[in-house]
């Protein structure tokens, strides 16, 4: 092995030994309202006047704000002897609160409920799953650690809504829906209705309907279609057939099922973005991450056909299977 190769190899490892500084820091950045602070703002601001606002030590806040410049979420202008920052477009657009398109609430999801856990990677590896039961203040099993409280609930829903609004649009027209008038949202406990239709649906919208159900306990509505966003990844295979088998049997004739999911290659090669994710399921479910081959398996053995899959343009893939 040259120079140079042992420079690329070592560039590589520190990067990815500096990996969760780097996630760190944004969510930190986040969670003190930087961006915010700086997108309300009408001019560039000193790490003095940001530090004040956001009742934060001056030391502190400017090792902050040059590790964000360096990540491309502030930028930078010097003027005299001052040195004034502001968000870049992307902060702008995607991590101050304000923004249609923002992911704050994602960005805080896995600060507050990811990050820690990957302290016991290691013990999931070995195990399979994070055992829970062997560390005191764990709650009993994932359901009672995300639906703890309405505000917990709350925070889960915000995470997802920020995701929906990137890929929500892509999801929703890889297929021509127009022929299934009746749609069905598969996956609202009751705890999740109640906060819904409070915070999530303007009053005025008389097209959407709730129907508070425990999927694997209760009937499923009849409708003409079915989404299952990122609910099959959860479950390992027999209860997604359980599932899959319950949606067949209440789905109107010519009806279907809509899946959305982060799909890994045939050759389990990548993306690497699904790889997370299945990393992060050793901490939360039973389920895994699935091959093209592996979805369409469990499809035809619940009795759907015509299965079509589409990648979108974001990390997920559209499975459109018809009764």
């Not at 502030?74 to 502001?86: A, D, F, H």
């Not at 994932?142 to 997802?160: G, H, P, R, T």
């Not at 995701?163 to 949202?185: E, K, Q």
């Not at 979108?312 to 499975?319: A, K, L, W």
């Amino acid at each position: 092995m040259n120079s140079t190769e042992d420079i690329e190899n070592i560039n590589i490892l520190t990067q990815y030994l500096n990996g969760f500084v780097i996630s760190k820091t944004v969510f930190t950045a986040c969670e003190m309202g930087v961006f915010d602070l700086l997108l309300g703002s009408k001019e560039l601001l000193s790490s003095k006047m940001i530090s004040d606002r956001l009742n934060s030590s001056l030391k502190g806040m400017e090792k902050l704000l040059d590790a964000c410049v360096a990540l491309k979420l502030l930028k930078v202008e010097r003027k005299n002897t001052q040195v004034l920052y502001g968000n870049t477009d992307l902060s702008n657009l995607y991590l101050a609160k304000s923004s249609p398109k923002s992911q704050y609430y994602y960005m805080m999801f896995f600060s507050e409920s990811l990050y820690s856990k990957f302290h016991y990677l290691a013990d999931a590896v070995r195990e399979g799953k994070w055992q829970r039961e062997k560390f005191d203040n764990s709650p009993k099993n994932i359901f009672e650690e995300l639906y703890s409280s309405k505000e917990n609930i709350k925070k889960i829903m915000l995470a997802m809504n920020a995701s929906c609004s990137l890929c929500g649009r892509d999801v929703m027209t890889a297929f021509d829906l127009s022929h299934f008038p009746l749609i069905c949202d598969v996956g609202d406990l009751p705890e999740v209705v109640k906060i819904a239709k409070k915070d999530f649906v303007s009053a005025e919208e008389h097209r959407i309907n709730f129907c508070a159900v425990d999927f694997f306990k209760d009937p499923v509505p009849e409708a003409d279609l079915y989404i299952l966003a990122r609910i099959l990844l959860d479950w390992d295979d027999e209860s997604c057939m359980e599932l899959l088998t319950k949606v067949h049997k209440a789905c109107k004739p010519g009806g279907g099922v809509l899946i959305s999911e982060i799909v890994l290659n045939e050759d389990r090669s990548g993306p690497i973005e699904a790889h997370f994710a299945s990393m992060l399921l050793l901490f939360y479910f039973e389920g895994k991450i699935r091959t093209p081959s592996e979805l369409s398996r469990l499809l035809s053995a619940t009795g759907f056909k015509e299965i079509q899959m589409k990648k979108t343009q974001s990390q997920y893939n559209v499975i459109l299977a018809r009764k």
